[in-house]
């Protein structure tokens, strides 16, 4: 397809609605090229405001003049342009273009409000490049698929307008324009992957394969419909538990593939990172045949899956834990812990601690230490800790780490789970609920 500005107003028609446009402007000659198309048809557009934005990774040395850059040429366009500041710098083990990249779009999204539309400039040697390099890391239809024409962003939506044309059609308009862009010089870093597929390995392929981006593009079509089969077929197989658990007895009526293509979706939908096909592997060969009482563990980067009581969970990795963590508690306000929750005391009646035995004693914060008795409010004898959380079925991951409340040096509740009887309020006397609020930090 050649780009022209009805082509282009055409493809804008089938992205969502937006109230606004945020165009991705890094001051390159696509980003220049989308800015200065839309602003020649701002009255023809679907939107109320056309914003520009651009991120300065401080990458550069001359990082701070593209976005002076950046900001002339939007002066000129009469489009309001915000200038991000971010520190992309790459750790030890890391991608400086994968830092870079979610430093940018975190950036971007914080910026974006309910109906707002980001648009960027991939085009179609973008794509083919995405297919190539998903192809040899072994990708499946997921990652053939690349990019979508537009996937949900932070508070709105992210559009990929430019991908049926290429970067010579671009370049092309960009010339008749007489646009002035500039270059940065680490897209000609052949050490860096897709660098190397774009000035090495694409020319060869389309000197014999000329229609090559067109075919990538068609190639990542087919992979976004066998994906959304996949995924319509894994929503299907989909049971969960309240806490978003699997059910192990019926993972394993499906076959190897099949269980896979559920464990991926899974964990997707749960919003954490989903694992490389070593550590899926492990999980259908590790975790599913293990013993009924044992609680083994598959981790990787950001995400693992444990089992218990014969179902499977996936959560972010758990913090340090420091089980010698006290903390005094006047019970009046609330306490905070180190992994960000908070501890609450609600006054009630008829349940909860006796607020009486509270204001007399010196009230801890404590933490599992091995041992601990509790004879729980309705019960004639003591039980070990140990027990009871077995037969409240929690995790064993989860057991020392709920707080347990003291009243001098004896064990008074458990938080959020119970009480032990001796301070059990009765029918009709004041006491107090403690809550545990997790997930509160940040």
């Given amino acids: 397809m050649r780009f022209t500005l009805q082509n282009l107003l055409a493809i804008l028609q089938v992205l969502p609605p937006a109230r606004r446009y945020w165009v991705a402007y890094s001051g390159g000659l696509d980003s220049h090229v989308l800015l200065h198309s839309l602003a020649k048809v701002r009255d023809r557009l679907p939107v109320e405001e056309l914003h520009a934005v651009h991120v300065n990774h401080g990458l550069s040395s001359v990082a701070d003049a593209w976005g002076s850059h950046c900001v002339v040429v939007c002066r000129g366009l009469d489009i309001p342009c915000h200038v991000i500041q971010v520190d992309a710098r790459a750790g030890r083990g890391e991608s400086p273009e994968a830092v870079a ?5 975190e950036a971007i999204c914080s910026i974006l409000e309910q109906g707002d539309g980001l648009l960027t400039a991939h085009h179609q040697d973008d794509q083919a490049e995405t297919v190539l390099l998903q192809l040899l890391r072994g990708g499946g239809p997921r990652g053939l698929a690349a990019m979508p024409r537009w996937d949900c962003f932070g508070a709105g939506w992210r559009g990929r307008p430019l991908l049926d044309f290429s970067r ?14 500039v270059e940065d010089e680490s897209n000609y ?9 774009r000035h090495e390995v694409i020319p060869l392929l389309r000197s014999h394969w000329p229609a090559l981006g067109t075919t990538l593009s068609r190639v990542a079509g087919h992979s976004a419909e066998a994906a959304q ?15 978003g658990e699997l059910e192990i007895s019926r993972l394993k009526t499906f076959d190897a593939g099949r269980q896979r293509n559920l464990l991926r979706y899974w964990i997707r939908q749960s919003g954490l990172p989903l694992p490389d096909s070593v550590h899926l592997q492990r999980i259908i060969d590790e975790i599913l045949p293990a013993a009924a009482d044992a609680t083994p563990l598959i981790g990787w980067s950001g995400a693992e899956v444990r089992r218990y009581r014969g179902h499977l969970y996936v959560m972010a990795p758990l913090p340090p834990h420091d089980s010698g963590e006290i903390h005094e508690w006047d019970m009046a306000g609330t306490v905070g812990l180190r992994d960000g929750s908070i501890l609450r005391a609600t006054p009630v009646t008829g349940r909860g601690i006796k607020q009486e035995l509270c204001r007399r004693a010196r009230v801890t914060v404590r933490f599992r230490q091995g041992g601990e008795r509790c004879r729980p409010a309705g019960r004639a004898h003591t039980h070990k800790l140990k027990k009871l959380l077995q037969e409240l079925a929690v995790a064993p991951w989860q057991r020392e780490r709920i707080p347990l409340i003291y009243l001098d040096d004896e ?24 809550r545990w609020e997790q997930n509160v930090s940040g």
């Fill in 229 to 243: 089969l996949l995924d319509q077929l894994a929503a299907r197989d989909l049971v969960t538990g309240p806490q």
């Fill in 411 to 434: 064990l008074a509740a458990v938080a959020g789970l119970l009480v032990c009887g001796p301070f059990q309020a009765r029918s009709g006397e004041p006491g107090l609920e403690i």
């Fill in 168 to 181: 010579s059609e671009l370049r092309s308009f960009a010339q008749a324009e007489q646009l002035h862009w």
């Fill in 189 to 197: 870093d052949t050490g860096i992957e897709r660098n190397f597929l």
């Fill in 101 to 105: 990249r979610v430093a940018r779009y």
